[in-house]
């Protein structure tokens, strides 16, 4: 398929394909009967025969009739299409282009001059889309956008102004040249005026007479105006002569054998247009041949039905396959259109909602260009639908890219204040780094981190700033409650040693009773007292160990506060003596249980915030099981008091009648 601009197939699209009619010679004119009338041919009408034959006899064709119209008696093979030019394809190369036209206006033409202007702006404008979409793409505000200047465009107007200025100076120099050649024609009718004076010279002018015929059809362009009256008067004078030459048969004849000749090369040539693989240069060319073929003489008689039809099927095959040119072209703007439609469906049927985030933007950005590469490798639709489906597509891609931006605008709002709550976080978290209060701190922290993480996503540039900040915040904290646990643990781990040292040697007093194991005792059960405390795990089976060794010496020993009459006053407590120490033990033993847990699960609690990302209900849980701890310890404490209290009260009343004594 031959590619043309389309501007041009619309233009021919319009034309209605005929065969053009062609024009009698002025010895065919020769044979008519000036006194018969006929009606012109209609334009499109099909032409059965030559229309330069001439009958001595019948109906034949009237002077109007040859002469077509002024614009076709023009020549109209030297008229250039698009296709003829040698467009560049970059601005650069536009630039360059009017550069020569400037320096050589001789070969300045309107259709290039206009072809180079459409693809320069054509190439502007693409630029400049494909700047504007790369700016949307990267986040841009499609309203905040500015229209980059091109440098290239003021070298243009200047360029092409000037150019301008030349085309009008080549075409005044045309028309000029329009009014000598008109001078040139009427002087060539007033010569040939003078050859046609008078028959008897007829025969010994006639080269010379051919000659001007020759002379006129070399001199084509002349004033508009003047083409019908200056044709007629032309059209006159060779009737004139010819009618002079009507009984001169060698003559006639050799002029129709020269006139075969001429014709028959123009049936050659209009046959070799069907291998022609540019429609509308084929289509073009045939014009100039039906042309050519008008301006030769008229051949034999019985030549000339079978030269006509030769020369109509050749052309009758041209104008079919420029016919069908067409057919295929609007069948190919027909499936352009579908095509683009379908583009425009996709981009129409998008569902904004679902893109949550900016990688969905991006990634249906990204897909939308692609598509927008993909139409521009479809050809154009039909002049009548190409407008209309490129704006729908435009409008299509302006909406998207319109509500990216919306999209972006309020993300970064929200970003903002996002941005701002996590600083204050990192603020609120910097304050309290350095707290000594590890159970109260713990709490806040972790309700730092339980508000961060409902803050919600920054981008990373943003998020990892802060986020460094913030964690380098709870990390120190962390590590300085973990470093101070650890050397609690320490701690612990030294006072289970000792008691577990004292526990040996009150085994070893029990085993061997000595008069001064009572006083190695309470020495030991001070010691005791003294250490702090042991790990959780220890606690209770260290405590047991050490209660069974102290009621075993107690039943063996007098650990009163005299070693007189020890041994009897321990036992002598009786029954109420034994439960209230039993229930002082049962306090001291629940409160030591408590205390413990409460340590364990603030230990954890330290271990779980520090290392877990999650697990905020576990968290909150033991938070709650703390408090509860700290509760219950408190009311034991006041219980133990009461009961301290208690046994002074009772203690005091027993000493009362010894005193007394």
Known sequence: MVNVPEEKNDELKNQDVVEPITQPTSEEVAEVDSSEEVQPVEAGAELVSDPTSTEPEGEVASEDEFMSSPEEYEDKGESKTADDYDIPTTKEGVIERLQVLAEHPEQSEKVELDLLKQT????????????????????????????????????????F??????ISKVIAAVEQQKEVNLTKKKAIIEHMKELASSPEEANRNYDAFRKLQEEWKSIKPIPAAAINETWKSFQFVVEQFYDFLKENNALRDYDFKKNLE????????AEKLAEDTDVIHAFHQLQQLHQEFREIGPVAKELREDLWARFKAASTVVNRMHSQYFDNLK????????KKTAICERIESLDYSKLRGFSEWDRQSREIIAWQQEWRGIGRASRKTNNKIYERFRNACDKFFTSKSEYFKNQKRIFSDVADKKLQLCIQA??????????????KIIQLQNEWKELGFLPQKQSQKLWVRFN???NYF????????????????????????????????????TEESTEQVRALMEEWNSVGHVPFRDKDKINNQYRQLIDRLRLDLDLGSSRKGGKAKYHSGGADNAKGGARGNFLLRQYEAKKSELTTYENNITFLTAHSKSGNALIETMNKKIESLKEELAAIVERIKAQEQAAAEEAATETGPETQE
Not at 331 to 338: F, P, R, V
Not at 430 to 443: A, C, N, P, Q, Y
């Open 472 to 474: 380098t915040a709870c």
């Open 331 to 338: 069948k190919q703007e027909e499936e352009n259109l579908a």
């Open 262 to 269: 001429a014709k028959t090369l123009l049936c050659e040539a």
């Open 430 to 443: 910097e304050e309290l780094k350095d707290s000594t209060d590890w159970s109260e701190t713990t709490s």
């Open 120 to 159: 320069f702006y054509k190439i502007l404008k693409s630029d400049r889309e494909f700047a504007f979409m790369q700016y949307i793409k990267s986040g841009g505000d499609a309203e905040a956008y500015v229209l980059q200047p091109e440098p290239l465009e003021e070298e243009f107007k200047k360029l």
């Open 478 to 513: 962390f590590e300085q409650k973990k470093q101070v646990l650890g050397e609690q643990m320490k701690d612990e781990k030294a006072n289970l040693a000792a008691k577990r040292d004292i526990l040996k040697k009150l085994q070893e007093i029990a085993e061997n009773i």
């Open 161 to 166: 102004s000037v150019v301008k200025e030349q």
